[in-house]
């Protein structure tokens, strides 16, 4: 193999088509307010770990949606439950995050 | 796919190509990368059309290339091309053809940018007359060769030696057509059949017999995008723009990739090398590649020229296997003696794709 | 004898503006392009948000206006005024005179051919709102396979869209779109179904239920972002490319069918009628209403007014209660002659 002194880059592209839906549809048996998240982001807004690291339930759901790893964004989470109080559809995020962390960690 | 649909697009994206009597302007970087390709042109439109095709050694770069890796003002550009058109006024043409897809688009976004303020081409007469007291009339016709050879595709087609057609099965070969970004993405009524599908390329493949393939990145740039290649750091992004490609049109089995940018066919040719020692992978069968063929290449190839007359021995990918398919006659001892028979001694082969 | 009203256009708002006249003692007569009654809403299936049957509405619209005149298959000749009177000559030779005139010309699809990048008419599986809803009414159409695997949904195709004229939103969409995801999630449950979108819009009466719905019951996937193109692969699949812009990050995905939610655009026999008779027409191609809040239903000529999606893009229900609203003022303005 010749070193070209460059490389093929890693493609950011999201292929939907490769997202492991048995283990999606699993989560959203064990926690059915995982659909209804409609992006507002006030969870992200209020989380305490956001700042320091990035983390949001939206964030941490649009990850697993699309087949991303969230490993690093759940390691921060505090497990507060202020996201709870402010989600307006009331999606039980505790609940939420443990199941993510039983079956995505 | 439904081939009236798509004919239906192409009849909307129509453009008046006039039979004869053409400037033509060559490309900075052509000669250097598939060296026998203008000089085809040339001898098809002369010698075997009986066109006029008039050039004049005294052009130069239309700064296209300057242009698009950000190192001179389009205002120099512009002056640059403002020259071009003097010479071709001067020797009595009104119908400009480039070799080069960026310059085509070059002068197509200038006269369009003129179109729209035409104090900014008064300007640029004053700074042509200051520079070198020459002043030019706008072309009437503006088209790429490319455009050209699809005009007179059927003419060729009716001298054609050999068609894309697999020799041994009768079967269409499968062709990929690549089209230059600049050519229609800019202005897609300038180009023949638009910019989503494009025609100017499947046109010939369709007249020459062959298939063309339409695969999902069909559309990507090649990958070049010139400081992108131009910048060493860059150049895995380039690469990697590539390998997108053929790693989208490998289930189709492509025989053959046809081009009309002097980037594109280059690029789609050198990176498969590249491609291959470092992943290991070649994208046609036995371990060989794609080959990759410039619009006059392939219609030489059709009209019977001899392959190695043609400049196939500068290609990275073996075009062999296609010649095979076609039914082209070659000497495989001759592949690289020069045209006045000089060894120029074979080049080292690399092991990761194979090369005849 | 009983006053003549002459309503141009026989879809729901000429209906409905026909309905109401009869009762209020005018002799409404419906002068339709086509050949059939109910424009756009005759070639639907279910309407939002209450899945309430598009035929059925029709139908008792076409029950209700049995004692009106109605001329289908008819364009109109020439429009002309003379005092306080129009005279309408059709193309089938006859000639009406009425005080006042109501058009209810509604609107035209986008033509989703337009959107190249989209391969409406080039790829085997890409269809619009309009032919799934005929598919669902019967209509045969063999680019909806039988057991699709993965479906898209294409927001705002032709709305808001200055590149393609149009920068309007076209209002029914977005709720259009969950509505028909709903649907074939219902026939095609195995399918997962993604509705790509750049806002969802869900500003009418249980709209947002809706969404709720077809997320939490049906599973429709939302993502934000505008589909840039589709390609078709070796096994005739689709392949579409869009950026997930909540994430940032582009994505593709592979399709066994692609709806293309064309939106609204002024028919354009309005614009011709405009010509005819110097009504103007408005920034976004529409006809200008005398007032866009308190004279919805009023052009700037004397007895001339109008109901439905003429004047923009509406939902069913706005444009009925439009239709109503019409009828009243044109019984208002005659009274008043």
């Not at chain 2, 006039?18 to 000669?31: A, E, F, K, L, N």
């Not at chain 3, 299936?45 to 206006?65: C, N, T, W, Y």
């Not at chain 3, 004047?311 to 209660?321: D, Q, R, S, W, Y």
Request: aromatic letters at 10%.
């Amino acid at each position: 193999m010749t070193d070209f002194g460059f490389h093929l880059s890693k493609s950011s592209q999201l292929d939907l088509s490769r997202v492991d839906r048995e283990r999606l549809n699993r989560l959203y048996e064990l926690e059915p307010g995982a659909r209804i998240c409609m992006t507002c982001g006030s969870c992200g807004a209020t989380c305490m770990a956001a700042p320091y690291s990035g983390m949001s339930v939206r964030k941490m759901l649009l990850h697993i949606e699309r087949g991303l790893d969230v490993k690093p964004l759940l390691s921060k989470c505090m497990l507060c439950g202020k996201c709870t109080m402010v989600c307006p559809r009331g999606i039980n995020t505790r609940n939420l995050i443990l199941n993510v962390c039983k079956l995505y960690d | 796919m439904i081939y009236e649909g798509k004919q239906k697009i192409w009849s909307d994206y129509q453009k008046e190509i006039p039979d004869d009597h053409w400037y033509y302007v060559r490309s900075c970087i052509r000669q250097n990368f598939f060296p026998a390709s203008e000089r085809m042109f040339t001898e098809i439109t002369r010698n075997v059309l009986g066109k006029d095709m008039y050039e004049t050694p005294f052009h130069t770069t239309c700064g296209g290339i300057a242009y698009h890796a950000d190192t001179i003002p389009q205002e120099t550009v512009m002056t640059i091309v403002a020259r071009q058109f003097a010479l071709m006024t001067e020797a009595g043409y009104e119908n400009y053809c480039p070799s080069c897809i960026t310059s085509f688009g070059n002068y197509a976004e200038i006269l369009e940018t003129w179109r729209e303020f035409p104090e900014l081409e008064a300007r640029i007469r004053e700074n042509l007359w200051k520079a070198c007291r020459r002043e030019f009339n706008k072309p009437k016709y503006l088209a790429h060769t490319s455009d050209l050879i699809y005009h007179w595709r059927e003419q060729i087609r009716e001298k054609a030696k050999h068609l894309l057609i697999n020799r041994e099965t009768g079967e269409p070969l499968r062709i990929v057509e690549h089209i230059g970004c600049h050519y229609a993405k800019m202005f897609p009524h300038k180009g023949v059949g638009g910019a989503e599908y494009p025609y100017v390329l499947a046109g010939m493949v369709e007249s020459w017999g062959g298939e063309v393939i339409d695969y999902p990145e069909r559309r990507h740039c090649c990958g070049y995008g010139f400081r992108q290649y131009h910048v060493k750091a860059n150049r895995g992004y380039s690469v990697s723009n590539t390998h997108k490609k053929f790693e989208s049109m490998e289930p189709f089995h492509p025989d053959a990739i046809i081009t009309n940018c002097p980037g594109c066919p280059y690029f789609l040719d050198r990176w498969q090398y590249v491609i291959a020692e470092q992943t290991g992978k070649t994208y046609g069968r036995n371990g060989y590649g794609i080959p990759v063929f410039t619009y006059e290449e392939l219609a030489g190839l059709v009209l019977g020229y001899d392959p190695w007359d043609l400049g196939l021995q500068l290609h990275q990918v073996a075009v062999e296997p296609l010649l095979d398919k076609m039914g082209v006659e070659y000497d495989p001892k001759a592949k690289y003696l020069g045209l006045n028979k000089e060894d120029l001694m074979k080049p080292e082969m690399p092991s990761s794709i194979k090369c005849c | 004898m009983k006053e003549n009203v002459v309503i141009i256009g026989g879809g729901v708002a000429g209906m409905e503006a026909a309905k109401q006249l009869l009762t209020l003692g005018y002799n409404p007569v419906i002068v339709e392009r086509s050949a059939q009654l109910g424009g756009h809403v005759a070639g639907w299936h279910k309407l939002f948000p209450d899945m309430s049957s598009a035929q059925e509405l029709v139908k008792g619209l076409r029950r209700d206006i049995a004692e009106a005149n109605v001329f289908l298959e008819t364009r109109l000749n020439s429009l002309q005024r003379t005092k306080s009177v129009y005279t309408v000559e059709l193309n089938n030779g006859v000639r009406l005179t009425s005080r006042a005139v109501l058009i209810a010309s509604g609107f035209e699809l986008f033509d989703a051919s337009k959107k190249e990048e989209y391969g409406y008419g080039v790829y085997d599986h890409v269809i619009t709102n309009a032919d799934l809803e005929a598919w669902m009414n019967g209509r045969e159409d063999n680019r909806i396979p039988a057991q699709p695997q993965s479906i898209g949904f294409v927001h705002c195709v032709g709305s808001r869209d200055l590149k393609a004229g149009n920068s309007q939103c076209s209002k029914v969409c977005c709720t259009t779109a969950i509505k028909q995801a709903i649907e074939l999630k219902e026939r095609f449950p195995e399918a997962e179904v993604y509705c790509f979108y750049m806002d969802l819009r869900l500003f009418g009466k249980k709209y947002e239920d809706f969404y709720i719905n077809a997320q939490r019951d049906f599973g429709v996937h939302f993502i934000r972002g505008r589909v840039s193109e589709v390609g078709e692969t070796i096994d005739g699949r689709l392949q579409i490319k869009a950026e997930d812009t909540l994430l940032g990050k582009p994505l593709k995905v592979q399709l066994d069918l692609l709806v293309l939610m064309s939106g609204m655009v002024c028919n354009p026999i309005a614009k011709q009628l405009a010509d005819k008779i110097r009504l103007q027409i408005d920034s976004d191609g529409f006809l200008k209403s005398r007032d866009n809040i308190a004279a919805i239903g009023e052009s700037n000529q004397p007895g001339i007014f109008y109901a439905g999606a003429c004047t923009g893009t509406k939902t069913v229900p706005e444009t009925l209660a439009e239709a109503r609203a019409a009828a009243l003022s044109i019984h208002t303005y005659l009274m008043n002659q």
